[in-house]
């Protein structure tokens, strides 16, 4: 049984809660003997696609963010013949596995023009390695030459490209991974983002975020980074999510089926959340990238049903903890890509996402829920309409959950039901209430259709099923 609380909200999200990513690896990035990467970069994604461009523009509007590993080794370029515009190579003496690489302006065109066709809201990870020396303590010192990072800004400002964020640097907190920055260096860097952001955007209608610092959440690092921080020098507060460890674990689905093993996260949001709350600063929390397994994600299991009990449980977890943005690695590339990287087909993920942004609101609502844990639960008041919308997730392969909804007058309600094509949860084909989804021939993204029920019996989730239920005629204060 479950009853919901709809006089007050518990916390509440962006609008485009779901974002996505797009990273800077070559072909050449290889993990475990697969090279998962092919034409997905940043650099080398073919941009015409019709169903990216209408896999993007479903979500009206999509977050996407750029970055990731490489985003420190990124120079602008600003047609210096003095500094050539080069690729990436690989090269196992750089920190990263790969020389430094370049970003043409042709190309920052090309992102923008499809960026502006396809609706999307930017988040762009600039490179915080720019000028730095390697101290004795294995940091990285010396303030962050920003004057590459002001020529592109100053070039997309003139251009009048459409950016929503600009962050600082990729792993770079706590530990680091490759390279690591100390947290009063970083607090220095970020205030000098901000002040270079206030002074390119001077007399324009809105003021683009300033993100930071994109790293995996260690306590002390981050309280001590909002603590030094001054008062409206950051706006939001990022950090990744690989929880369920590397891509080659022979773990993940059992790790993903474990409810335990699922909750383990929520400390993660709830020391962040209570991290903000203590600074009194007006900071925001983002997941700024998230695969759950590293090293690119595992071929068919990032990638398929199964990933979708993680990834929505992820959705529903961060909401309940203030998270305003989700960003999900990748919207393509890797192993744990929304859409196929060879294809440009949505794997099951992708209609995930795109039923969480349609239906589940910004107001996260709390609940009594007696049942199974094998059961998870989510609430939220119901997005561009009226009511409210539960998501229900079973992890149970042979137990079909029953959950009576105990409170409401009018228990009408709209049915999603996702499940696995021939019940494998190793597919990459999304069944919704028992209709394969799959892009037209002209690249159009499918309808996602509802079953309507017209009486007030229990909600019934199938073994290894997830469940979105949108009750457009429950009512309460919340959601008004």
């Not at 990124?74 to 990436?88: E, I, K, L, R, T």
């Not at 303030?143 to 459409?162: E, G, H, Q, R």
């Not at 920055?181 to 000098?192: M, S």
């Amino acid at each position: 049984m479950i009853s919901i609380e709809t006089r007050s909200f518990i916390a509440s999200t962006d609008h485009d809660f779901i974002c996505a990513t797009l990273d800077w690896w070559p072909p050449e990035k290889c993990d475990y003997g697969t090279c998962g990467w092919g034409l997905a970069s940043i650099l080398n994604l073919n941009l015409s696609n019709e169903i990216l461009l209408n896999a993007v523009k479903a979500f009206s509007p999509l977050k996407i963010r750029l970055g990731g590993t490489l985003q420190d080794q990124v120079m602008y370029d600003a047609g210096d013949p003095q500094q050539p515009c080069s690729p990436f190579v690989k090269n196992s003496s750089h920190i990263f596995g790969f020389s430094e690489g370049c970003l043409p302006l042709s190309r920052w065109d090309e992102l923008n023009d499809f960026f502006n066709k396809s609706g999307a809201n930017i988040i762009f990870g600039l490179n915080a390695l720019k000028g730095r020396v390697l101290l004795q303590d294995g940091s990285m010192g010396n303030t962050w030459d920003f004057s590459n990072a002001a020529f592109l800004i100053n070039y997309t400002v003139a251009k009048n490209y459409s950016i929503a964020g600009w962050e600082l640097g990729n792993e770079l907190s706590g530990r680091g991974i490759g390279a690591r920055v100390n947290v009063e260096q970083y607090v220095a860097d970020v205030t000098a983002l901000m002040a270079l952001v206030n002074a390119m955007y001077q007399g324009k209608p809105a003021r683009p975020l300033v993100l930071a610092p994109g790293g995996f959440f260690h306590s002390n690092w981050y309280s001590a980074f909002l603590d030094k921080s001054k008062p409206g020098s950051l706006d939001v507060l990022t950090h990744h999510i690989y929880n369920l460890g590397p891509g080659s674990s022979q773990h993940l689905i059992d790790e993903i089926l474990n409810p335990l093993y699922l909750d383990g996260c929520a400390s993660t949001f709830s020391n962040l959340q209570a991290i903000i709350t203590r600074a009194n600063k007006s900071a925001i929390a983002w997941v700024g990238e998230a695969g759950g397994a590293y090293n690119s994600g595992r071929h068919l299991v990032t990638d398929s049903f199964v990933f979708s009990f993680w990834y929505l449980d992820q959705l529903g977890m961060s909401a309940k903890y203030d998270t305003k943005t989700y960003c999900r690695q990748t919207l393509i590339g890797g192993n744990y890509g929304l859409l196929n990287r060879d294809t440009f087909e949505p794997n099951p993920d992708y209609y995930s996402a795109l039923l969480w942004h349609r239906l589940m609101g910004t107001r996260v609502l709390s609940f009594n829920y007696t049942g199974s844990n094998m059961t998870r639960t989510y609430a939220h008041c119901a997005k561009q309409s009226s009511g409210i919308t539960l998501l229900l997730i079973n992890l149970s392969g042979n137990t079909t959950s029953q959950v009576a909804v105990t409170n409401g007058s009018d228990l009408r309600r709209e049915e999603y039901h996702l499940t696995a094509k021939d019940g494998n949860l190793q597919s990459q084909v999304m069944v919704l209430n028992g209709q394969i989804l799959s892009t037209g021939t002209d690249g159009t993204i499918p309808t996602l259709e509802p079953m309507i029920i017209e009486d007030a019996s229990p909600l019934t989730v199938a073994p290894y099923s997830i469940l979105f239920a949108h009750f457009p005629s429950f009512h309460g204060p919340a959601c008004a």
